[in-house]
Nanobody, 123 residues
């Protein structure tokens, strides 16, 4: 089992920045690739970005490429999502997730999920 807890969400104006954190506990954090997903009200949960077990590889959805950066610190069992140049359409609940494989974009490929943190971007 892996327990994931997100933090860092909040209300920010368009053009602003936020940094989300996801702290993991349980099994060896470095054994899992990590991903961030988001879900807007009334919409499906969408892939945002993922990072490999070592942190050497990343993948981004086109909608966030160049604005968001995923990173991880395996010594601290934490994955981060730095979000810059935020837009109102970035609003949603952000979830981190873990899988024992690689840079999957499908939510069904992830085995463990956090409870989510709300990000609201005002125009």
């Amino acid at each position: 089992q892996v327990q994931l807890v997100e933090s860092g969400g909040g209300l920010v104006q368009a053009g602003g920045s936020l940094r989300l954190s996801c702290a993991a506990s349980g099994r060896t954090f470095s054994s899992y690739a990590m991903g961030w997903f988001r879900q807007a009200p009334g919409k499906e949960r969408d892939f945002v970005t993922a990072i490999s077990k070592s942190g050497g590889a990343t993948y981004y959805a086109d909608s966030v490429k160049g604005r968001f950066t995923i990173s991880r610190d395996n010594a601290k069992n934490t994955v981060y999502l730095q979000m810059n140049s935020l837009k109102p359409e970035d609003t949603g609940v952000y979830y981190c997730a873990a899988n024992a494989g690689y840079l999957y974009t499908r939510s069904g490929a992830y085995d463990y999920w956090g409870q989510g943190t709300q990000v609201t971007v005002s125009s």
